[in-house]
């Protein structure tokens, strides 16, 4: 059974008054109320009306706030719900603290001088060029100094950095006479030395001779072998192999003018046609023309005795002269740069170094004695110890860096640097730097070198402000006399920026 409604009463009319309508204050009876409250609401019915309503929307908006915010107060505890549910962003990384120089670089210098322009002379053709503060090796200047180019006799400050290295300053070149295997017989042994005199002048001051190994050999002969005269005499030219004497680059005309023998280990006076001249033509068979000149000093003991090339010592030997000190020869050698015995160190260096003496070794020579001196020589290529091949490849900071060294004065070098050219004064320099040039005169120690497609100088410059720079300027390609010049004139700007040339 449901439970009884209760009746509703009809909705009141708006035309009725408010006691009719069952207002506040009405009395069953519909009379006013005349006292209290009910009097009050009946004198001021509209008054009361308004107040009711605004009691009743403020007591509506209320509960709308607290509902609200239950609502928010819900949305946030759904909100931590969610969030406590929801997987954890990953832990940022944090960067490790960056490293931090202990001190600051110092400010670097601005340099402000230039020698761009003399260095882009036309008479140069393809420039390179390096200039180092000798003192401290900062790279002041560079055109190309790490690429390796031709050196020309410049080649002979390597050459002989590296025989004081490998041979040492005291060593001396050696020719020696043995018994031979055969009765009447001797073996000449040469030893590579080019200085070796028949005495009829020669161009190398204090060289050994001809007729003091004849008096040795003759005066330990007759003693050993009393009334035995010699019928034989062996050419030993075998220190290194003599198919090895020239190199395809070599232009025929160097050995024809002058310039340059057949590198083998035996010969008298450079094999010159003129001992007493520098260049001098040189003759097709070096070893057979030694030991001409050997039997003819010989003498009577040796008349009729029959030349030939080969080996066949035994024992101790019966005659032996040496050279000056190779520190006495480096001394004749650069200012003149004499090509034979800039050869000679270089194949006596790399026999004693294990290369055997043959050109092909050269490079590996050099390469790891110039390391010795703290040297890098990326890209070097050694065809031979004059510079005489074109095919020579030589990075110019190698040079300037091993002339740093020179100037050093140790491991020997400074017999280099009291060997090199000094410009206007001596050696091949001393009619170099004149006009405009000639301030630099007395200031430049350098080795000149010039060949078919090269002009080259290298060395050290005195600066006007006493700075020394270590340098090496190549000109390059179809390039004329009139490059060297315009060598001096790159050299003398040098002179004159010393410290502050600038590398613009």
């Not at 759904?78 to 120089?101: C, G, H, L, Q």
């Not at 190994?213 to 072998?225: C, D």
């Not at 019928?231 to 192999?241: C, H, K, Q, R």
């Amino acid at each position: 059974m449901s439970e009884p409604q209760e009746p509703q009463s009809p909705e009141p009319q708006a035309s009725e008054p408010l006691s009719r309508r069952g207002g506040p204050g009405a009395s069953d009876a519909g009379t006013p109320p005349t006292s209290g409250l009910a009097a009050v609401i009946a004198r001021h019915p509209r008054a009361w009306l308004f107040s009711t309503l605004a009691v009743v929307f403020v007591l509506l908006g209320t509960g709308a706030v607290f509902a609200g915010a239950a609502v928010g107060q819900q949305g946030r505890s759904d909100a931590a719900a969610v969030a406590s549910s929801s997987p954890k962003s990953p832990t940022p990384t944090v960067e490790p603290p960056r490293p931090v120089p202990a001190s600051l670089a110092a400010p670097a210098r601005l340099r402000t001088c230039s020698i761009a322009a003399m260095a882009s002379d036309g008479r140069l053709g393809k420039f390179e060029g390096s200039v180092i503060n000798a003192k401290t090796g900062e790279v002041l200047f560079d055109r190309s100094a790490g690429v390796p180019g031709a050196t020309a006799s410049v080649m002979k400050t390597l050459t002989t950095s590296v025989g004081l290295a490998v041979l040492g300053p005291d060593y001396q070149f050696s020719t020696r006479v043995f018994a031979g295997t055969t009765p009447g017989s001797i073996v000449l042994v040469g030893g590579g030395d080019p200085t070796l005199s028949a005495g009829h002048g020669t161009v190398y001051a204090g060289a050994p001779t001809l007729s003091d190994l004849a008096n040795q050999v003759n005066t330990t002969w007759s003693k050993a072998n009393p009334g035995v005269p010699i019928t034989s005499i062996v050419l030993d030219a075998t220190m290194w192999n003599i198919a090895d004497a020239w190199d395809p680059s070599w232009p025929a005309s160097e050995r024809t003018q002058g310039y340059q023998p057949l590198i083998v280990p035996l010969m008298v006076d450079g094999d010159r046609a003129n001992p007493a001249k520098q260049d001098s033509p040189r003759s097709a068979d070096p070893v057979q023309a030694a030991g001409v000149a050997f039997q003819s000093a010989l003498g009577a003991s040796a008349v009729g005795a029959v030349l030939s090339k080969g080996t066949g010592s035994t024992g101790n030997p019966i005659g032996e002269v040496k050279s000056q000190p190779l520190k006495v020869l480096i001394g004749q050698l650069l200012p003149v740069s004499d090509n034979t015995l800039a050869e000679m160190i270089a194949r006596v260096s790399s026999k004693v170094a294990g290369g055997g003496g043959s050109a092909a070794s050269l490079t590996g020579v050099y390469t790891k004695t110039l390391a010795g001196y703290g040297i890098k020589t990326p890209g070097l290529v050694i065809k031979d110890g004059s510079g005489e091949s074109p095919q020579d490849g030589v990075p110019p900071i190698v040079v300037s860096q091993l002339m740093a060294k020179v100037l050093g004065g140790g491991q020997n070098l400074s017999i280099i640097y009291n060997a090199l050219p000094v410009s206007g004064k001596t050696g091949t320099l001393a009619g170099r730097f004149t006009g405009a040039n000639a301030v630099a005169r007395g200031s430049v120690n350098a080795k000149t070198g010039w060949i078919i497609g090269a002009y080259t100088l290298g060395g050290i410059v005195h600066a006007a402000d006493g700075t020394a720079l270590a340098f090496a300027f190549y000109a390059l390609g179809p390039v004329k006399g009139t490059a060297m010049a315009a060598l001096d004139t790159v050299t003398t700007a040098a002179y004159k920026c010393g410290d502050n040339l600038s590398n613009n």
